[in-house]
């Protein structure tokens, strides 16, 4: 061999495997990191790209289409106290049983809710709106405010947030509900922006 | 009323009585989680609104005297400048306001007080499961890690303010849905809490009487130009003579 000739030295085969498995672990969590980063900023911009969260299945399949599009019942039917307080709450079975306990005999999630109601327990429906603990969101509000804006009735005024909920088949999220989502619109009806308004 | 609000306080020494019923009636109305003796032995309970004793004179003739200490909600507040990331500002109703949300723990704020009435969370809080139904749902739960302080009870104020815009009528002045909790709890009335921007709010007039020369009325540690919204009056005593302010 000629002084400075430089020979490189043939790799074994464990040494081969070895980095075969740690280029293929590296490659495996470059793929998760960028599959988060998507994740995370895709979901924190609202509309989640990948794993998107599909409109959650409900204990009752209960149809809005039918009983406010067919039968045209109110939101604030049901939901009483929306226009009243913070909360717009979600009827107890007692209501649904001053119709049901005589129509819809042949559906089996109205026997589901009978039994329910007989045995004194509640629907335990998955939320499908929420917002973090810290806001405080105030239905009766913003309520009052849009349907004197817009000179209507309160229930015209439920889609502005939640969509046309009657015609879903699953109630689904519509709005990111963001708090630039709350700004952008406070900001568009001089309601104010202090931070106080909605964080206590 | 007013255009924009100045709430602010009157504490009467002369009528407390240091019976803690503000005490616990903020820590009922605040979600402030119990807290141990071990956290009073590591000076890390919290106490949005806390009686200071003092004792006074030799024996027989001892007298115990009693400060309720709550966030000042300082005109000139020492917590708001030193904040790295706004989490305590000023509004526009005289408020010193902590938003929990934006807060991460610098603790910056508890050591620029002089009043020391912010709190730090060290622990996340904890309730037994017999006290978790008594939760207040209009206010925040605080996570380990945040500061903390009284807020004049916001959420009293929130939902007073929008209720009077509900039915068309103006905040009346001493409404209890108004006071915050530890004003309706005193027995005997000695915080008034007010609008100090409405002439005639029972705050004001007393502002009016007693911040003038000869009258009662002191801030905690005014000489620091923190420009308090809390007002005390001192203790009337014909025996012992008080000294002005602190």
């Known amino acids: ?200 | 009323m007013a255009d924009s609000n100045k709430w602010g306080m009157v504490v009467d020494i002369d009528r407390c009585t240091g019976c803690q019923g503000c005490v616990v009636a903020c820590q009922a109305e605040n979600n402030i989680p119990i807290n141990l003796e071990e956290h009073f032995n590591q000076r890390r309970a919290i106490q949005w609104i806390r009686i200071e004793r003092y004792w006074e004179g030799e024996y027989p003739n001892v007298k115990a005297r009693f400060i309720p200490i709550m966030c000042q909600h300082c005109g000139n507040a020492p917590c708001e400048p030193v904040c790295p990331v706004y989490a305590t500002y000023h509004n526009d109703e005289g408020m010193n306001v902590q938003v929990y949300n934006r807060c991460i723990g610098t603790r910056f704020c508890a050591n620029g007080c002089p009043y020391h009435i912010r709190f730090f969370n060290f622990w996340e809080p904890e309730w037994p499961e017999s006290l978790k139904n008594q939760l207040n749902p209009d206010v925040t739960v605080r996570s380990r890690g945040i500061m903390e302080k009284c807020s004049f009870c916001v959420q009293r104020i929130q939902r007073s303010t929008r209720e009077a815009e509900r039915d068309g009528v103006d905040l009346e002045d001493g409404d209890r849905g108004l006071n915050p909790a530890c004003v309706n709890a005193c027995a005997t009335n000695s915080i008034i809490f007010g609008n100090f921007n409405d002439p005639n709010s029972e705050v004001s007039i007393i502002k009016e009487k007693e911040m003038k020369e000869g009258g009662r009325g002191y801030g905690l540690l005014e000489n620091l130009g923190t420009d308090p919204n809390v007002i005390y009056l001192k203790k009337v005593d014909e025996s012992v003579e008080v000294g002005h302010g602190h």
């Open chain 1, 1 to 200: 061999m000629i002084p400075g000739d430089f020979q490189p030295k043939k790799p074994t085969g464990t040494q081969l495997a070895k980095l075969g498995v740690l280029g293929a672990v590296l490659l495996g969590v470059f793929i998760v990191v960028v599959l988060l980063l998507t994740f995370v900023i895709s979901s924190w911009l609202g509309q989640p790209v990948i794993f998107a969260r599909e409109a959650p299945d409900q204990p009752i399949a209960f149809p809005h289409e039918t009983h406010v599009k067919e039968l045209g019942m109110d939101c604030t039917f049901c939901h009483r106290t929306v226009e009243k307080e913070a909360a717009a709450s979600v009827p107890a079975t007692g209501l649904c049983m001053t119709c049901h306990s005589a129509v819809g005999d042949e559906l089996e999630s109205i026997s589901k809710m009978r039994s329910l109601y007989e045995d004194g327990r509640s629907i335990h429906w998955v939320r499908v709106h929420r917002v973090p603990d810290h806001v405080h969101f105030v239905h009766e509000a913003h309520i009052r405010y849009f349907s004197e804006k817009e000179g209507t009735e309160a229930k015209e005024v439920c889609a502005t947030c939640h969509g046309d909920v009657a015609s879903m088949d699953k109630v689904e999220q519509v709005r990111p509900l963001k708090m630039g989502d709350c700004v952008s619109c406070h900001k568009q009806n001089n309601a104010p922006t202090d931070c106080a308004t909605c964080h206590y």
